[in-house]
């Protein structure tokens, strides 16, 4: 990531080793369906490949489009040429982009990880599971190869959350206090204790307002909570071409980094999930929902250069 005065480092290369096709001609690539593809799976997860090497396809049609391009794509091209040699465990599957999974090379002091994790609940107002945070960490671990791993910056998305230059009155201000006391704080109090104990470098969080950062703030560093504020908070400028005034300033009095992001605010909704899954898992397509994806990058810092990037889905039925 980077600060807003400088340009993200956030993009995706787009050299794709595969070939790229119509969605019926790439609905199998062996040509033959795999034998569980019509099972209804109570749980699955999903490892991209990395998009820095594979780069997307960017065969996707209009109704696909609407999310975000880079993840939409990615999990396309792990399902179409992974979908085979997935790990099938009772109702559970996994399936895995082996090509890219694997230990960063070199020291791991070189690099910088950042990790955004997005949740996604299946129930409207539902509070966010601190199971599905301990879950990610450890794919992560899977994902980068790297036991009990140290994360330079942690970012964490509400459902829905998108920013607002005009602030909250009242009645939102109040119920956007409700929302953090019910909904998130417990999973900000275990973030909290991987901030403090040093498995996370920064933490923060993205789309908040001057109003919100104060609030989650108050929230955290209560009597007897003992959790953290907020020390990063990513914006999408698309949402807001200038940031306001009173959040530069809050930023800069409280210490809170300002970064730039381009994800999507509804980065993977279940329809699209569903129309993702139909040509290789129709069965999986009718029952799972995702519950969260975590986007993850490497980036040499003395370099300047993001060596590996990629995203975990992780999905369950009702």
Known sequence: MTALSSQ???GAANTNGHTNGSSEQQTQVSGVAPAFANNAFSHLTLYTGNTMRTGTTGQLNTSLK??????????????????DTARVKGSSITITDETSLGPVAGDRSLYEVTVKMFYLPATEGAPLSVEQLNVAFANLETALGLPDIKIDHFILSLPHQSFDENGLDES?????SNEIKTSVMPVWKKLSELRQSGRIGRLGVAE?????????KTLATAEGVNAVAPEVNQVNLQDCCVLPRDLINYAKESKIELLTHGDAVEILPKNTFAALLQPQLPGAAASLTPNFVLKYSAFITCRGLITKKGYIVDASSA
């Open 208 to 216: 908040f307002s001057k109003q919100q950062l104060e609030i989650l």
């Open 66 to 83: 609407k999310s975000n391009q880079e993840l939409v794509s990615a999990v396309q091209d792990t399902l179409l040429y992974s979908v």
């Open 172 to 176: 939102e201000v109040e119920a956007f």
């Open 8 to 10: 993200a480092h956030n």
